[in-house]
C-alpha cells in the first residue's frame, strides 16, 4: 500500500545535540512539508518542497533545516538552535493539485529534556 | 497572509444529535480550497472533507457536511448523527488554489460525543 512513513515514533535527545526525523513517501507525490502540533497551537508550517532540489521556508523555519535529494524523502533536521524543539511533528505529501488534499503520516513525538 | 480562524476550541455533541463546528478565514485570493480534518487520539490525520470555492453547492460525505458561505468567508462543518468514533480534534484548513502551496490550518477544535 502507498503511504508515508515516519520514523520513528517517539524521540528523546538531550538538550544542545542535533536530530533528524525520517519522512518516506511511496505516493509518487511532488510535494512534501513538515507541521509542527503544539497544544492548542493547530498545525504550523516549518518547510516545504515542491520539487526535488527545491524548498522554502514556513512560517516557524527558525532552528530547522531540510533536504529534498529525491523525491520520496523529505528529512527534517531540529538544530540546536530550536529554542523549544519538544512537540509532534507531522510530515505530509501532495500531488500538484490545488484540491488534492495532502496525504499525512503517522507523525514523531520528540521530547529533548 | 491567509488565516483560519476556529473560534470553538472544544465542543460537546450528545451521541445521534448534530453538530456544527465554526471555521472563518480571511483571504484576497478568488480561487481556493477547504478543507476539514479530523485527528482522533491516535493523531493520524484523516480528511473529512473538501470544498473548492468556485462551487456554489455544499459538499457532502455521509454523515459529513458544511456550510460555505463564499461572501462570509465561513466553512462550517456539520455532523449529523454523531457517533463515538467522531470523538476528535477538527481542523479546518485553507489552500490557495495553484500549485503545490501548503495548507494554513486553525487551531482546531476538539469533539467530545456523549453517550
Given amino acids: 500500500d502507498g503511504g508515508i512513513t515516519q520514523s520513528p515514533k517517539y524521540l528523546f535527545r538531550k538538550e544542545g545535540q542535533n536530530v533528524t526525523l525520517s519522512c518516506e513517501q511511496n505516493l509518487n507525490h511532488d510535494a512534501m512539508y513538515w507541521y509542527r502540533q503544539d497544544p492548542g497551537q493547530g498545525l504550523r508550517l516549518i518547510y516545504y518542497s515542491q520539487i526535488v532540489n527545491d524548498f522554502q521556508k514556513g512560517d516557524i523555519a527558525e532552528g530547522y533545516s531540510v533536504s529534498r535529494e529525491k523525491k520520496e524523502s523529505f528529512p527534517l533536521t531540529v538544530t540546536s538552535a530550536q529554542k523549544n524543539p519538544t512537540a509532534f511533528y507531522l510530515c505530509a505529501s501532495s500531488i500538484r ?17 | 497572509a491567509q488565516t483560519v480562524t476556529q ?64 461572501a462570509a468567508k465561513s466553512f462550517s462543518l456539520k455532523i ?30 476538539r469533539l467530545s460525543v456523549i453517550a
Fill in chain 2, 7 to 70: 473560534s470553538q476550541p472544544e465542543m460537546s455533541v450528545q451521541e445521534a444529535e448534530t453538530v456544527t463546528l465554526s471555521c472563518t478565514y480571511d483571504t484576497s485570493e478568488s480561487d481556493y480550497y477547504l478543507f476539514w480534518y479530523k485527528q482522533p487520539p491516535s493523531r493520524q490525520m484523516i480528511l473529512v472533507i473538501r470544498q473548492e470555492a468556485y462551487k456554489q453547492q455544499n459538499a457532502t460525505e455521509n454523515r459529513f457536511s458544511v456550510n460555505f458561505q463564499k
Fill in chain 1, 97 to 113: 493539485n490545488g484540491n488534492s488534499p495532502l496525504h499525512f503520516g503517522n507523525g514523531t513525538r520528540l521530547t529533548v529534556t
Fill in chain 2, 80 to 109: 449529523s448523527d454523531s457517533q463515538l468514533g467522531d470523538a476528535a480534534m477538527y481542523f479546518c484548513a485553507y489552500r490557495r488554489g495553484s500549485g503545490n502551496t501548503p495548507l494554513v490550518f486553525g487551531k482546531g477544535t
